[in-house]
């Protein structure tokens, strides 16, 4: 084998690690070039073409109103991981800034107070609170002055902010052993600001298991959305998404059409099965004493 | 220990009535008022008024979650909605033992075969079985509950017909049958945590048994199986606590699971509220899941204290 690539493969932490990325990597371009790679429209009706099977013409076949469900599937890559990466980026943000601050300042008020509000958040039950809030607020777009946020919006934002505990608990688990360290000692003879110590010099020694989390977190996020979008709470028509393709297909389990089901749920599950090697292979690789638990759904 | 536990339900009460407060001015602030939607967007002020004044939503809203939450501690009265007028109390006796039943079926199957695989994994560490047990764990976490419900339908029920493709069969109408209707849904739900759990009892057990006293025990001569029972001992606290935790999660999913399987539980009494703009009823289903769930988080806070020996003494 080319010398290359094995090197390239051991760097990635063995062969699960590598098909892990190599998933990530292929379903992100797929969700960048849907545009240009899908090979039909997503959203235009065609009923005289609905319900046909995987032909050479329609890969994954077409659904009740004569849609190519390839087309739909890759187009539906784009919602799926917006909201998953998101609502990790915004659960990092948050979650980062009150587990650095918490440990910095440990054994004071600042870190009782940041992490009992911390506590307290990880007390609300993510999905059944995804689907109540939007419930309640309702499942139309959101305008803020000149921009129209879809639904998904919502739940990412949600999500987002329910991955912060999890995430706040694996900063400041890290950075408290950090804070104690002698370079941060150093650090502040010198006369650096606490801010300045706190993200320029403790968070870089915190940052493998945030990545780990961070990537296994991309994983929950997209069934997350998928489920809420199953039940009709999510991602709303005619917007593809592998959830509401999956609800749609429920009016057809009894009859022949398997692909309906199959392909948006494979293309979910592989998805997440991508994520969850790529977070595993990581971990054995940057963070192998496993400093903090996996963050569960 | 005693302190800690104090401490910790403590807390657990006062989350608990600030997420109700939280979920309260959700409800109240973020949603049509209950009053618009009875009587239609054609009623008047004065009309709507009265609504309010006779179901006590004239009130400041402080007050009206004070006395929602103490007829809930004081009367076990959860009130009735604003929409139906149906007692909430007799729709959670409907619909919470099927929730209930159906979590408690995932937890047990998830636990009897999340223990044996994962401590065979770990004692049979690198070998095939072991191969097989992490396919098996990927696959698990990632195949999400909900589309492996649809395909058992597809496959085990509509196309070789061994379990109804949905529904629920109560007790009364035999075991038999009972136990056919919630078996897929409970493997649906509970094949995750089997994943999840594998892992974590093979990974704590393989640290315990990489360890010093284990290796003494061994050289000094002890059956394997002693020195397992040993090991284990000290590997599964940690497993036990997320396990408990599990269980919290576990009413999340059930509500997509039953979604799949048409089972009338809380899912149905959620979705229906929702659909029905009824949001006193969404309010009661997700602030009982919620107090389930802080209950859960909070067993396994105390077990894991409890059977950790080196977090026992400290707050």
């Known amino acids: ?297 | 220990m005693l302190r800690l536990i104090v401490g910790r339900l403590l807390f657990s009460v006062a989350t608990l009535l600030l997420v109700g407060l939280i979920l309260f001015l959700l409800t109240r602030l973020l949603a049509d008022t209950p009053a618009r939607i009875v009587l239609g967007i054609e009623a008047s002020e004065a009309q709507i008024a009265v609504f309010n004044r006779d179901h006590g939503l004239d009130r400041p809203i402080l007050t009206q979650y004070l006395d929602w939450l103490g007829r809930i501690v004081l009367q076990g009265d959860f009130g009735k909605s604003f929409i139906t007028g149906l007692a909430m109390n007799a729709e959670l006796a409907r619909s919470m033992p099927i929730t209930f039943e159906l979590v408690v079926l995932a937890f047990v199957f998830a636990l009897a075969l999340a223990l044996p695989l994962g401590i065979l994994s770990a004692v049979l560490e690198g070998r095939s079985i072991d191969h097989v047990a992490r396919v098996f764990a990927v696959a698990g976490v990632s195949i999400p509950g909900f589309w492996l419900g649809l395909m058992l339908i597809r496959f085990f029920a509509v196309e070789w017909g061994w379990f109804p493709p949905g529904g629920f069969s109560p007790l009364s109408s035999g075991l038999g049958p009972h136990l056919r209707s919630v078996s897929l849904p409970a493997f649906a739900l509970g094949i995750y945590y089997v994943a999840i759990l594998s892992r974590m009892t093979r990974s704590s057990l393989l640290e315990v048994l990489g360890t010093d006293y284990v290796r003494t025990a061994r050289s000094l001569g002890l059956p394997r199986w002693r020195v397992l029972i040993y090991a284990l001992k000290n590997a599964l606290p940690p497993v036990v606590s997320i396990a408990a935790m599990s269980f919290g999660y576990m009413f999340g999913w059930a509500l997509i699971v039953e979604h799949v399987f048409n089972i009338p539980g809380m899912s149905r009494a959620l979705l229906t509220a929702i659909g029905q703009r009824d949001y006193f009823m969404v309010q009661t289903v997700v602030y009982v899941f919620t107090a389930i769930f802080i209950a859960a988080n909070l067993i396994a806070d105390v077990l894991n204290r409890a059977l950790n020996p080196k977090l026992a003494g400290a707050g």
């Open chain 1, 1 to 297: 084998m080319n010398r290359g690539i094995r090197r390239l493969v051991v760097r990635l932490g063995g062969w699960s690690g590598a098909v892990g990325a190599s998933i990530v990597l292929a379903i992100a371009l797929a969700a960048l070039l849907a545009p240009w790679i899908a090979p039909y429209d997503p959203v235009s009706l065609n009923l005289e073409r609905k319900l046909q099977a995987p032909d050479a013409a329609h890969w994954f076949g077409t659904d009740q109103a004569g849609r190519d469900i390839l087309s739909r599937a890759i187009w539906g890559a784009r919602v799926s991981l917006m909201v998953g990466v998101l609502a990790v980026v915004i659960g990092l943000v948050g979650g980062v800034g009150l587990g650095l601050v918490a440990a910095y300042y440990s054994g004071g008020l600042v870190e009782q107070a940041i992490m009992r509000t911390v506590d307290a958040i990880a007390s609300i039950p993510l999905l059944i609170w995804a689907i109540a809030v939007v419930g309640i607020i309702g499942v139309g777009p959101v305008l803020i002055g000149p921009f129209r946020f879809a639904n998904e919006f919502k739940l990412l934002v949600l999500i987002g902010f329910l991955y912060m505990p999890g995430l706040a608990r694996v900063t400041y688990t890290v950075a408290q052993i950090e804070a104690v360290a002698d370079y941060v000692r150093a650090r502040r003879v010198q006369g650096a600001r606490d801010l300045a110590i706190m993200f320029g010099d403790v968070l870089p020694n915190c940052l493998s298991p945030l990545i780990v989390q961070g990537t296994l977190l991309v994983a929950i996020g997209i069934v997350v959305e998928a489920s809420v979008s199953f039940v009709g709470l999510g991602v709303q028509p005619p917007t593809p998404s592998w959830g509401t393709m999956l609800a749609d297909s429920r009016n057809y389990l009894f009859s022949g059409e398997w692909w309906l089901p199959v392909f948006p749920g494979l293309a979910i599950s592989v998805t997440v099965v991508g994520f969850n090697l790529l977070g595993d292979a990581l971990r054995d690789m940057l963070d192998p004493r496993r400093s903090t638990g996996r963050l569960i759904a």
